[in-house]
């Protein structure tokens, strides 16, 4: 893996696939001779992330992003591969202890905080529940100021424990996840789009929460987003994923700036263009191919216009390439240079 | 481009209020919002969850859910009134005059019926065309806004098509009949960025050969900045700021409309913070005396804890801030949540 040798490697990802079957009832399939239906959501992928950076996921709906997210935090079990964290292998078999030792130390925020929070429990409970789950707290008074502790760590009060969820606006409920989150004094979050259902301005507070909450905590993220203005300003590296694989890994600012597969270049057109520039967003032919019978080789193939006869037999193989790595044959073969793009410095 | 045109504008909104009577008083949902849209122009509409753009949009489309109601002003479309008109002349304009594109393109659609004959009964209900005049239409329509094999596709039911092409549906369904102006609630939001592209750019590219007004409500400024000439920002149920797009999105005149700006990611420079606006909009209940966003504004003034201001000229736009009268904001008072805006 490329400058992966020196960085201190805490969550490993290798192979990692996913299957859902989604076939029809066995006797409608046999009545009908329908055949069975395999979703590949995630076919393949595989991950490393440093103690300490924001490792990004991007990707359209239906990409696989959000099951990669909970294969990682063990909401689904893999159909294949391994996912090691902190030197420990998360399907190893061992005692419900020592799995519990290591649950503590991640945990994840959802994308909608209206869906994510027991509306029947009050906030205390609610961030209080990691904390006896785990068996974190010596008495009853430890708990209250452990939870007092996390609900100010998100800019809340501790008086505000006595609520309950639909008190609070969209923003505050998020803050209120992420103190759940934080109360198992994890290392490592997994965040699937949690700024997705809220405004602009409250993103750019749960954002800024985020990052001032990584740098004093030392947290690992895990960031899965659609929207790449956001990537941008929080990941330390970004993971381009295209139906079920990853295309491209980058360091921020390389994908940015250079990207090579032609689906991240698409992705980066479709960026509006805040600044205007009076860029054109070209609009992309066709549409993200269902996932029960992706394309041949590289599935990027029928939308791409680079793509040649051995990109509809060949999968591409990930390359390392500029401290990333790209899964392209015109890459590869050098058919395709890579791209430099500059964004106008906005003073904002 | 500031628009004073010549022509008479095609759509005009006069003070309107918009309350929802409710067992603990009255709320006013959308507050003396004034303005006009010229044929063929897109004006933008943002604002943030609870503005009250989209009650806006569903007043001027004679949509607002009882027991919503107008309460003031009026709408005029090509100089006629069509706020008081009774439910039937307004279901005859509606669909007609003025058409409709909504949020989320499966709930838009009938499930049980083919696109095809959700068109037809669509064009016949608003013009005097056979059936096979009606089918055509579709057909055309279709092909219009770029459905691929349309001969086929017109028989197929909503389900069978992909979101981006079920918007592309709902897109020809509004322009059946030929409207002069097109409601567009937030048509790219349930949409794949990839997809957004293509249904802005199409709609623009109807707006421009149709010479269709457009209203496109929106909370995304990307979208706003791409497709509108001009914007109108929201907040709490009244017009914060109304300009060309480009003097707002690049030198906004409110402080609302810069925090909102500010707190977009850009791709420009990677900024240590984001700009926040501490709080969140007030709820209807408790909408502050003098201007609403008193409580979050790092400007603030005495006046404007008391005084409501209306929209005046600010440069090239029109902002709703006693910055930009000759009173000024009076005394100077920080703001209550701000304990450190920060400006990377």
Known sequence: MPDGASMNQFVKIEGLKRYFDVSAPWLVRTLEGRPRQIVQAVDGIDIEIAKGETFSLVGESGCGKSTVARLVVGLYPPTAGSIEFDGNDMAGSRSRADMAALRRRMQMIFQDPYASLNPRWRVFDIVAEPIRAFGLAKDKADLENQVGERLRQVRLTPADGRKYPHEFSGGQRQRISIARALASHPEFLVCDEPTSALDVSVQAQILNLMVDLQRRLQLTYLFISHNLAVVYHISTRVGVMYLGRLVEVAPTDTLFRRPKHPYTRMLLDTIPDLDMTGRQRAPVAGEVPSPINPPSGCTFHPRCPFANERCKVERPKALPIEGGTVACHAIEEGRLGVEERSYAASAA | ?344
């Open chain 2, 1 to 344: 481009m500031a628009s004073p045109s010549n022509n008479p504008p095609l759509l005009e909104v006069k003070n309107l209020r918009v309350e929802f009577p409710t067992r603990r008083g009255t709320l006013l949902a959308v507050d003396d919002v004034s303005f006009d849209i010229a044929p063929g122009e897109v004006l933008g509409v943002v604002g943030e969850s609870g503005a009250g753009k989209s009650l806006t949009g569903n007043a001027i489309i004679g949509l607002l859910e009882p027991p919503g109601r107008i309460a003031g002003g009026e709408v005029k479309l090509e100089g006629r009134r069509i706020d008081n008109l009774p439910y039937e002349e307004m279901r005859k304009i509606r669909g007609h005059r003025i058409g409709a594109i909504f949020q989320d393109p499966l709930t838009s659609l009938n499930p049980l019926y083919s696109i095809g004959r959700q068109l037809v009964e669509t064009i016949q209900t608003h013009l005097p065309l056979s059936a096979s005049q009606a089918r055509k239409r579709a057909l055309d329509l279709l092909k219009e806004v770029g459905i691929p094999g349309a001969e086929n596709r017109i028989d197929h039911y909503p389900h069978q098509f992909s979101g981006g092409m079920r918007q592309r549906v709902v897109i020809a369904l509004a322009l059946c009949a030929g409207p002069r102006l097109i409601v567009a609630d937030e048509p790219t939001t349930a949409l794949d960025v990839s997809i957004q592209a293509q249904i802005i750019a199409l709609l623009k590219k109807l707006c421009r050969e149709h010479q269709t007004a457009v209203m496109l409500v929106t909370h995304d400024m990307g979208v706003i900045a791409e497709t509108a000439d001009r914007v109108a920002v929201m907040y709490a149920g009244r017009i914060a700021e109304i300009g060309p797009v480009r003097d707002v999105v690049k030198q906004a005149k409110h402080p609302y409309t810069k925090g909102l700006m500010g707190s977009i990611p850009s791709l420009g420079v990677r900024h240590d913070k984001l700009t926040q606006i501490d709080g969140a909009m007030p709820r209807l209940t408790e909408i502050p005396t003098g201007c609403a966003f008193n409580p979050r504004c790092t400007f603030r003034g005495s006046r404007c804890l008391s005084e409501r201001p209306d929209l005046m000229s600010a440069g090239a736009s029109r902002a709703a801030c006693w910055l930009h009268d000759r009173g000024g904001v009076g005394a100077p008072i920080p703001s209550d949540g701000a304990k450190e805006l920060v400006d990377a």
